[in-house]
């Protein structure tokens, strides 16, 4: 659905700096762009183009100092945002332009209940208080998808699902029917199910309330299922913008076509696939794995139990890559936990070229861990941030000493930066140095280090950008081939795992409900529940046909 001619909301010549030791950061350069009713303008770009700064300085989100406006307007139904009073601010803010935030966990109160936080929204304006305010809320929490919402309006954030918690998120972005809303990487890190979820939830809402929306993502089939304009920056400026269609489908500038040539494409699946090895005799084959936790019921209840995993088997043969996909909860992550001996399992065995993982004591442990190695989602949550990256990278040389001597390590840890397309001198920098795609690259090189015959990737790729993850997916690959490595890659993005594993296990609720291989999978799938996730990956908003996804090949 288009908007009218004439915009709600209107940006002129927005520039924005931030304040450093040394000059002015410019975060922002000369930017424009409008929306208008019930359109959907996406703005595209990579980490650090600016397209978050661009929408804070709307809401006067931005922290001054660092954050300094220089020059620009904003309007809002014709009125200047910069010449009103606070208190007229204020009533535009939450009545008539929302804004929903990325993580809402860092944005939602713990020591408040979900009804609670709402309820000030109603407070806040003036619009309800006590009961009337409470009753508006469960109104709200049923319209945006929360079971039972008279009980669970008295919860807690923590005891709601990351879906659950981003649907809360709008439920107070919505409470008084703002004329704009603006939804910054609202779907990040989702499931493909929960994103179809919350972006079918944001059409409807489009479509009962008529307002605008601008959507602030970097993934571009995201983009592509929901805009009808689309906006590109890089570096703070405007590159491309246009309808959605002709982004998409004819983009003009460089970095633009970079962008979607990023991009997994249907015709290029098996690019990745199979190593030039080729892939051998099994190296890891995993029997009947339980792993059941104990629910605590009261002193005198009966035991009750869950199963995160249930009777899962599987193997993984030399130079293979097994891929597992499923969504929050499915038990992805346990299975990598409990072959790494990071947790215990229940009962069942995984053998490593015939020895079983699980009867290994700490001496037999330590070796296995030179040759099963295991890189995380967040590369920044699991290196030290006060140690440099030589230290971080030849820190299994320090534990395994029989791998290398001492005076070789600096030439090591040299060696696996290059090897992971970084330079000599990073390895005097600290990790909070790094971009995420590079810190993911000091992941791998130190994964590297104790040279691994198999790699555990824990959605490794899922928080980056596509043109990062299709670096870190290419480098992965290569090394594969150049190191005869096998991978169990886990992940939530469908996409990604077609363009890279020869196998796939599909996992629901702790249990295989499919498996095997990739092209089997997605062409001719078995289980319903595979069927689903793979309905839902975001189709173009221009498409009717049923393509798997987004597939624009630039010449």
Known sequence: ?????????????????????????????GVDFHVSHAETLCILGESGSGKSVS?????????????????????????????MTEEE????????????????????????SIGRQIAEVFETHEVATGADAKRRVVDLLRRVGIPDPEHRVDQYP???????RQRVMIAMAIALQPSVIIADE????????????????????????????????????????????????????????????????????????????ALPHADDTDKHRRSATGAGEPILKVEN???????????????????????????????????????????????????????????????????????????????LRRKMQMVFQDPYGSMNPRMDVRSIISEPLRIHRDILPKDRWNDRVVELLELVGLKAEHAKRHIHQFSGGQRQRIAIARALASDPELIVCDEAVSALDVSIQAQVIDLLADLRTRL??????ITHDLPIVRHFADRIIVMKQGEIVEQGTT??????????????????????KWETGAASHLSVRIS
């Open 484 to 489: 005869g490595l096998s991978y169990i890659f």
């Open 289 to 367: 794995i339980v792993k059941r936790y104990a629910l605590s019921t009261g002193l005198f209840g009966a035991a009750k139990h869950v199963h995160a995993v249930n009777d899962i088997s599987f193997e993984v043969n030399r130079g293979e890559t097994v891929g597992i996909v499923g969504e929050s909860g499915s038990g992805k992550s346990s299975v990598a936990r409990i072959l790494l001996r990071l947790n215990e399992p229940t009962s069942g065995r995984a053998l490593y070229k015939g020895d079983d993982i699980f009867r290994m004591d700490q001496r037999e442990l330590l070796k």
């Open 186 to 261: 609202p779907t990040t890190a989702l499931d493909v199910s929960v994103q179809a979820q919350i972006l079918d939830l944001l059409r409807d809402l489009q479509a009962e309330y008529g307002m605008a929306l601008i959507l602030i993502t970097h993934d571009l089939e995201v983009a592509a299922s929901m805009a009808d304009r689309v906006m590109v920056m890089k570096g703070g400026q405007i590159v491309e913008r246009g309808d959605a269609r002709s982004v998409f489908t004819r983009p003009q500038h460089d970095y633009t076509q970079k962008l979607l040539s």
């Open 89 to 112: 601010r204020r009533d535009i803010n939450g009545r008539k332009i929302a804004m929903i935030f990325q993580d809402p966990l860092a944005h939602l109160n713990p020591v408040h």
């Open 1 to 29: 659905m288009t908007g009218t001619a004439d915009p709600i909301l209107e940006v002129r010549g927005l520039t924005v700096d931030f304040l450093s030791d040394r000059d002015p950061v410019r975060a922002v350069s």
């Open 158 to 164: 923590h005891q709601f699902s990351g879906g659950q």
């Open 519 to 540: 092209q089997a999978i997605f062409t001719t799938p078995q289980h319903s529940y595979t069927r689903s996730l793979l309905n839902a990956t975001p189709h173009p």
């Open 55 to 83: 929408t804070s300085a709307i809401m006067g989100l931005i922290d001054t100092p660092p954050g300094d406006i220089v020059a620009g307007r904003m309007f809002f139904e014709g009125r200047d945002l910069a010449t």
